[in-house]
């Protein structure tokens, strides 16, 4: 715009740039922070699960991946770049290619040669310690990268939250013995919490589920919000947190009892469902056993819970301790029960059979009957099938006891923001990772891994930090930490404009001027919208008294300050809103 001064000028002004509010909620967004990504003009969607971003999410990305490398550097970890390009016989040879199955992108060269692009990269890493590192005296170790990676999620959803191609930092620790790795495993949580507290984000660690990634112990660090896609729950009165793959729960088990009612079957005629058995009997869900056919590493296997709760089938894998895990299809139950799906019952079953630990002494039950359009009724689990083992295998949720006091679970909704694993051996052993000790001998280095999803952080920090109007950045990762509205060209306006740019050059407070020909209320509105920490007016009004208004973007009024003071004023607002050390 000619009315500001640009010849020579390195001041980023609002038309200078590219930031294409919207007015109206986009219809793709099912969430508020996707919905305000794409209003305040930081992303646009391509196709499902691929986005641009635009200049200022950008800026935001950047200063992120500072405080990232920042607290990584600080704990040790040395930054290195993988190739996101990767041959399929390193995963073949971790023997995950086939467990990550179809959530990884596969293409070939034009030799015909197998490659994946890397959805993690716990393979290359080991390999390239396994040909590098020989000897104790290398070790302990960390590498981290900030790179992106690739998954094909079944269900793109929530914007950067469940994206296809997304940016993350993963990091890998290499130690002599368990207990080293203990000390790796402990420097990285505490960066991790470093982390997210100078980005402003109030998270919570809880106990979590390895799944593909092997190892026996991780940690999930999660933003806690209402549209989290991961549930977790926790004990208000001891330290226990666990998301729901992983939560365990007291059960106090009832007295051993046995049925006084003999086995009897009953015509259920097209009632399938618990709650079509339970609205046709009159009875409550709690009275009916579930029987749900699953097929782990290529056998059947029925598990058996209380009618009113579902199968958590990450701690049934584990109990079975199983590679793999799958619901049974028609045509395995047909076989294996003799009815159709929707009346599997327990009784006479020649699969193993796992049942709920609740259900130990379980009596005066209803199973289905293996036979279409029937139930049984009085079943008593002891008496009548023949239980392989009892496990904890259902969901957890709120009011269960919790696992390590006498209180009970409280349920919450996150968003999992970063993990943390002990992966142990497993993959330098699959790779020869090993060193030289003291003595000579040959050992398996022991491993630990590290992730955070950078693009996904982000925009939990959104969905943590916003109201009606808008996001409210966190000075530490916001675009630019202030906005400067001059609505005036007076020659005085254009003299204290010039005069607090150079201020805020110096004091390193990085602005934006809105520069652009438009009504003030317009330039209010996106400036809440986007959410810079701090909004600065210029007015003939406010000159006139000899101040300029300064607003923190969370604050229900503006302060007047003298022009001399507004820096200052800046600098205490920035410095009370959101640690950045």
Not at 282 to 297: E, F, H, M, N
Not at 505 to 532: H, M, N, P, S, T
């Amino acid at each position: 715009n000619a009315r500001w001064p640009n010849s020579k000028d390195h001041t980023m002004y609002w038309s200078k740039t590219f930031i294409p509010t919207l007015r109206e909620d986009p219809g793709e967004a099912e969430i508020a922070s996707h919905r305000l990504m794409i209003r305040a003009g930081l992303t646009r969607r391509l196709a499902g699960g691929l986005y641009s971003y635009h200049p200022l999410v950008l800026r935001s990305l950047q200063k992120l991946e500072t405080i990232i490398r920042e607290e990584m550097n600080r704990a040790g970890a040395i930054e290195l770049l993988m190739p996101a390009l990767q041959p399929r016989e390193v995963w073949e040879q971790s023997r995950r290619y086939s467990i990550m199955g179809e959530v990884m992108f596969k293409l070939k060269d034009r030799q015909g040669r197998d490659l994946v692009l890397g959805p993690t990269h716990e393979e290359v890493i080991t390999d390239l310690v396994a040909h590098e590192i020989k000897s104790y005296r290398d070790l302990p170790k960390t590498f981290y990268q900030i790179q992106t990676k690739f998954r094909d999620e079944i269900r793109p959803r929530f914007g950067l939250m469940r994206a296809r191609e997304f940016v993350m930092k993963d990091a890998y620790s290499f130690d002599i013995s368990l207990s080293a790795a203990d000390k790796s495993y402990q420097a990285m949580y505490d960066a991790y919490c470093r982390i997210f507290e100078r980005c402003g984000l109030r998270t919570k660690i809880v106990e979590a589920d390895t799944g593909a990634m092997g190892g026996k112990w991780s940690h999930e660090f999660m933003v806690l919000a209402d549209a989290g896609e991961d549930g977790l729950v926790e004990c208000p009165s001891c330290s226990y947190a666990a998301n729901l793959e992983k939560a365990e729960r007291s059960v106090p088990l009832a007295e051993q009892a046995v049925s006084s009612e003999p086995l009897r079957k009953i015509s259920t005629p097209g009632a399938r469902t618990i709650e079509d058995v339970s609205s046709f009997l009159g009875c409550r869900p709690s009275s009916l056993i579930k029987t749900l056919v699953y097929v782990a590493d290529g056998k059947p296997v029925a598990a058996l819970v209380p009618g009113d709760r579902d199968v958590n089938e990450k701690k049934l894998q584990n109990v079975l301790e199983a590679s793999t895990l799958s619901l049974a299809d028609e045509a395995t139950i047909q076989r294996v029960t003799g009815a159709p799906v929707g009346f599997a019952g327990p009784v006479g079953l020649r699969i193993p059979i796992v049942a709920d630990i609740s259900l130990k002494h379980a009596v005066n039950r209803v199973v289905g009957a293996n036979k279409a359009d029937a139930h049984m009724l009085n079943f008593d689990i002891n008496r009548d099938a023949a239980v392989s083992l009892f496990g904890d295998i259902v969901i957890a949720r709120g009011g269960d006891g919790c696992p390590r006091c006498s209180g009970s679970l409280a349920e919450e909704r996150g968003i999992e923001v970063g993990h943390v694993f002990k992966l142990g051996t497993k993959y330098s052993q699959a790779f020869g990772a090993e060193y030289l000790d003291e003595k000579g001998q040959r050992l398996p280095i022991v491993m630990g891994c590290y992730g955070i999803g950078v693009t996904r952080t982000l925009q939990a920090i959104i969905e943590q930090q916003h109201d009606a109007n808008g996001i409210i950045w966190p000075p530490s990762v916001a675009p630019y930490q202030a906005v400067v509205l001059p609505m005036s060209s007076t020659p005085e306006a254009l003299r204290v404009l010039e005069t607090l740019k150079a201020s805020l050059e110096q004091a390193a407070v990085d602005y934006i001027v809105d520069d652009r020909e438009e009504r003030a209320g317009v330039k209010f509105k996106d400036a809440d919208l986007v959410g810079f920490p701090m909004r600065v007016v210029i007015s003939e009004k406010s000159l006139a008294n000899g101040k300029i208004e300064i607003k923190a973007r969370g604050d229900a009024s503006a302060e007047m300050v003298p022009p001399g003071d507004a820096v200052i004023t800046i600098k205490n607002l920035l410095s009370t809103a959101v640690p950045t050390r």
